[in-house]
C-alpha cells in the first residue's frame, strides 16, 4: 500500500486536478497562511517547492510547521546561493553568498530543533515544458556566452527527492545538477539547431565569471547515478513556431 500524498497550490483552479491524481489538495500561501495549515501538516515529511525569497512568508511557514507532527523537511533551494568563484564548487567550500535570501531561508529551516532539514539546491532546470531552445525565442540574448551551464532535468530532480526520502537521509545539503558543464554558446547553440530554432545571438559582456557546481557529493551519498548525466546528449522536443 502506497503513503498517502498532500499537495498544496496558490491557485484554486488547480484543486480539482491535483484531486484528480489521487492527491488530497490544499491552498496554501505563505504570505498568508491558511487557517487549515496544521491539517495539512499531518504528516510524516514535508517537501517545500515554493518559488519564493520571502522571508517573513518562511519564517512564519516553520513556526507553523514547529507546532506540527512533521519531523523531516526537504527544502528545495538553488545553486544560486553561490557566487561565481571562476572554480569548481562543493557543498562545503563555503563560496555561498552571505546575501542571498535563499541561503537566509535555508538557515532558517537548518536551524529549527524541532525537525530536520535536508536541502537540495538544483541547478537550472529543464525538461518537458521546460524546453531550452525557447529560453531565448523571444529575442532575448545570451549574456557571457563562454561560461559554464549548471542544469538538471526534472526526471533527476524527482529521482532525488524520492532517494532521500526512500533512504533518510536528513540534515544534509546537495547540490544536484548534470555532470556535464557545457558553455552557455555550447549548449544553446545546438539544442536551438536540435530542436529547429534559430541559434540564439551571444553576446560578450567582457564578464569571465563563472561556477561549476560539483555534483560529487550527491552521487556519493545516495549512490545516485543521473538519468540525464549529459547535457549535450538530451533530446528535446521539436519546437513549431507559429
Request: charged share 25%.
Amino acid at each position: 500500500m502506497g503513503n498517502g500524498v498532500k499537495a498544496s497550490t496558490t491557485s484554486e483552479n488547480r484543486l480539482l486536478e491535483l484531486a484528480s491524481i489521487n492527491v488530497e489538495p490544499f491552498i496554501v500561501n505563505i504570505e498568508n497562511l491558511p487557517s487549515n495549515i496544521q491539517t495539512f501538516f499531518q504528516a510524516n515529511v514535508l517537501i517545500i517547492n515554493i518559488p519564493s525569497k520571502n522571508i517573513d512568508g518562511f519564517s512564519s511557514l516553520i513556526r507553523e510547521i514547529e507546532e506540527s507532527e512533521i519531523d523531516k523537511v526537504l527544502f528545495v533551494s538553488s545553486t544560486s546561493v553561490y557566487e561565481n568563484s571562476n572554480q569548481t564548487v562543493s557543498e562545503s567550500d563555503g563560496e555561498e553568498s552571505m546575501l542571498s535570501p535563499l541561503l537566509i531561508v535555508e538557515n532558517l529551516f537548518r536551524g529549527s530543533d524541532k525537525f530536520k532539514t535536508t536541502i537540495v539546491r538544483f541547478g537550472g532546470l529543464i525538461g518537458y515544458s521546460r524546453n531550452p531552445g525557447m529560453f531565448f525565442s523571444n529575442g532575448r540574448k545570451v549574456q557571457n556566452p563562454d561560461s559554464n551551464v549548471n542544469l538538471i532535468h526534472r526526471d533527476d530532480c524527482v529521482e532525488i527527492i524520492k532517494k532521500i526520502v526512500e533512504q533518510d537521509v536528513w540534515g544534509e545539503v546537495f547540490n544536484c545538477c548534470a555532470d556535464t558543464h557545457p558553455t552557455k554558446r555550447e549548449f544553446y547553440a545546438q539544442v536551438a539547431k536540435s530542436v529547429g530554432v534559430a541559434s540564439p545571438e551571444f553576446v560578450d559582456s567582457g564578464d569571465k565569471s563563472f561556477k561549476i557546481i560539483s555534483n560529487r557529493k550527491v552521487k556519493q551519498k545516495l549512490n545516485y547515478e543521473f538519468l540525464h548525466a549529459d547535457l549535450m546528449k538530451i533530446q528535446f522536443e521539436k519546437i513549431t513556431l507559429p
